[in-house]
């Protein structure tokens, strides 16, 4: 690890900046820079992603972000061709941390270290227990976000009173469109392992026997979903 990029917001900011890093062609934010396409032929790498970087951050939304690119490597330091906006940092070195964000660390380090290894979730930064009831991703193959049901269904609801199923929405990691029937279907058919088969009488309620309390509260509300 060469550098990095903090001080996001939160964790969805900072992992949408990621993926917009990660697939520049793909994000709707620099797919106006043609130039991002692809490495140039006799560019490395690291140089190719340093350009892109370079982009990013004179573009919305990260633009107005109070960022800090961090060179943890200092034999790589180099300057950006485009200038910063004045806001942002450049600094070099670890990143300090401190007494009491060790101790939770260490605390944390040992409460996991008894349970299976579990995916984290992206909205929640906390593990998915049972990945394959109550995991989520996205509809778009090339997006690896990964979430709890509700943790998708509470960020796609945003925050509109007195509704508790979301209808649709984007993803909060590659912005494509998410159907909540259609992930949904989507995790019946291919990750539902646990499920018994279910196939023309999926809509019903009567189809959900015996689901975890979290999963509960979203599952039979699906079925009215799909009759509206
Ligand atoms: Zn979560
Ligand atoms: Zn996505």
Known sequence: MVMIVHG?????????FEWAWQQPTLSTRLKIFPE??????????????????????????????????????????????IPLPLHMQIVSGKVAITASQRHLRLESDSSNSISVWAPECHLCMERIEQPERSRLGCLNATCKLTCHMLCLANYLLGDQPGQYIPIRGVCPLCDAQLCWASLLQRKRLGMGVQEPQDNDDCDELSDVPDVDSDVETVEPDICELSDA
């Open 8 to 16: 996001f917001p939160n964790n969805i900011a900072a992992l949408q």
């Open 36 to 81: 991002l396409k692809r490495k140039l032929a006799k560019e490395s790498h690291f140089d190719y992603n340093f350009r892109i970087l370079n982009r990013m951050l004179g573009v919305g939304p990260w633009h107005r972000l109070p960022l800090t690119v961090r060179w943890l490597e200092t034999d790589y330091e180099r300057d950006f061709d």
